[in-house]
């Protein structure tokens, strides 16, 4: 168990929709990554939150969204949802300072049907 | 445009032999690489890493060993054990990028199969 919870664990939903994917880190831990895992691809950055404020964009398209609240857990906001967002999207967290590696969430399997 | 290329999708082995996988990048402003094991169903579980002023970095049966002029790194697991079959990440990022870690480049990953 890493200690990062993503809930939920399956989505199913229907193309046009608009998705919210939650994650709350490790105790401490004040950044947050949010990824997505497409069939026979790797992990594709997305997005991160440093204590609150975005530090990072990655391949993030315009329709997705997301924000970290004061208690440090996180939402990734997905709208109008096309079949090709159909992945799994995982959280990271970690702590700060160079050295620490990322502790990822069980990831949340969206299907866009 | 990878900048972080595992060439080989898969890796079979016989339990108590070694298990090399293979990571090529091409941005030369990486300097500190990780190492990922994911099993189905889970998220990645961090392995090992290395940071670009080291060639080694070994932890029990792991070691990562970092070509900085060929740009190359490897994973060695020895000996190879029938519960290590997963799927293997490697990562980079560029610890200088925003004043600490950066996000992580992933690449595509490498099945490993440990065969008893």
């Known amino acids: 168990d890493s200690g990062v919870t993503q809930t939920p664990k399956h989505l199913i939903t229907a193309t046009g929709q608009r998705v919210t994917l939650r994650c709350s880190p490790r105790s401490g831990d004040l950044s947050v990554y949010w990824y997505q895992q497409s069939l026979d691809q790797g992990l594709q950055f997305l997005i991160q939150?440093?204590?609150?404020?975005?530090?990072a964009k990655g391949n993030i398209l315009e329709r997705f969204s997301a924000q970290q609240f004061p208690d440090l857990h996180s939402e990734l906001n997905l709208s109008s949802l096309e079949l090709g967002d159909s992945a799994l999207y995982f959280c990271a967290s970690r702590a700060g300072g160079p050295d620490n590696e990322q502790f990822f969430g069980p990831g949340t399997r969206l299907t866009v049907l | 445009d990878q900048q972080v290329k595992q060439n080989s999708p898969s890796l079979s082995v016989q339990e108590g032999r070694i298990s090399i996988l293979n990571c090529d990048y091409t941005?030369?402003?990486?300097?500190?690489f990780l190492w990922y094991k994911k099993y189905p169903a889970e998220g990645p579980t961090f392995l090992i890493s290395i940071s670009s002023i080291k060639d080694k970095n070994e932890d029990g049966r792991f070691t990562v060993f970092l070509n900085k002029s060929a740009k190359h790194l490897s994973l060695h697991i020895v000996p190879s054990q029938p519960g290590d079959s997963a799927v293997y990440f490697c990562a980079a990022t560029d610890m200088n990028y925003g004043g600490s870690q950066g996000n992580l480049i992933f690449g595509k990953g490498t099945k490993l199969s440990v065969k008893p």
């Open positions: 939150y440093y204590n609150g404020e975005e530090r």
């Open positions: 941005n030369s402003m990486f300097d500190y």
